[in-house]
């Protein structure tokens, strides 16, 4: 049987992927005779789209939302095996009703790790992310904005609980793999990257001073606090250049 080649952009989207696999699914085409690329933007240039394979069957084509809201999470991981694991999932799903509770299956278990990391990642960014004020000149309105550097692309999971979250102000997160802003109205989630922007604000100084009143070198964990605070978010966190500082301290006071 002949192969299809699937070309996709890095951070295409669910929504993406379910476009070239519908036809793909209506024609029986399975996984083995696709090959999935991920492209960069230069590629894309170049590239010529295949087209799409011709309808030759009639199998049903109903998925369970459980799969699809499942699918849709591991699409949010960054690795380029997400677009081939999801396709073999969903293409397994339609005749392995159960196949998402075989927690011993080599493809379940590969996607469970992804939504797992997808899981944890969101968590992180809502406890890490930290808002500068940048209100533009002669704006009666304040506006903050934050910088994240997520590995995968999460930001339409974590837009809910920052819209919820902090709703009584402009904003924006801006991250290498697209940006979240919220107008007090509306919230707009993009997968354009971001350039890495820090600056300090006036609350700067006054959230460092809080940070070092909390710190108690009697309670200090330095492997317990680099697992729940990874030394990557260290250097997008105010508080974080005041850690080496405190640690050293805190050895100062034991001895």
């Known amino acids: 049987m002949k192969e299809h080649l699937v070309s996709l952009p890095d951070a295409a989207p669910f929504s993406l992927w379910r476009l070239h696999v519908r036809p793909l699914l209506a024609a029986g085409i399975a996984p083995e005779h696709i090959i999935w690329r991920s492209t960069s933007e230069q590629d894309d240039l170049f590239s010529q789209p295949e087209p799409p394979p011709e309808t030759k069957t009639a199998t049903s084509q109903t998925i369970s939302k459980d799969c699809l809201r499942f699918l849709e999470t591991l699409l949010c991981h960054a ?81 809910p609980f920052f819209a919820r979250r902090f709703s009584d102000m402009n904003w924006m997160v801006l991250t290498p793999k697209g940006s979240i802003g919220w107008d007090g109205e509306t919230c707009v989630v993009t997968r354009e990257a971001c350039t890495r922007t820090i600056f300090e604000d006036e609350a700067e100084a006054l959230w460092k001073t809080y940070y070092r009143s909390i710190f108690n070198p009697a309670r200090v964990k330095v492997k317990a606090m680099r697992s729940e605070m990874s030394p990557k978010y260290w250097k997008n966190l105010p508080e974080t250049e005041l850690i080496p500082e405190m640690l050293a301290q805190a050895a100062r006071q034991t001895w």
């Open 79 to 159: 690795s380029p095996e997400r677009f081939s694991l999801a396709y073999r999932i969903l293409w397994r799903s339609r005749r392995e009703r159960a196949l998402l509770k075989t927690g011993t299956d080599p493809d379940v278990v590969m996607a469970n790790r992804m939504a797992h990391q997808i899981g944890r990642e969101v968590h992180k960014m809502k406890a890490f992310v930290r808002f500068r004020e940048k209100t533009p000149q002669g704006s009666n309105m304040r506006h903050f904005v934050a910088w994240f550097e997520p590995e995968h692309h999460i930001l339409e999971k974590a837009a």
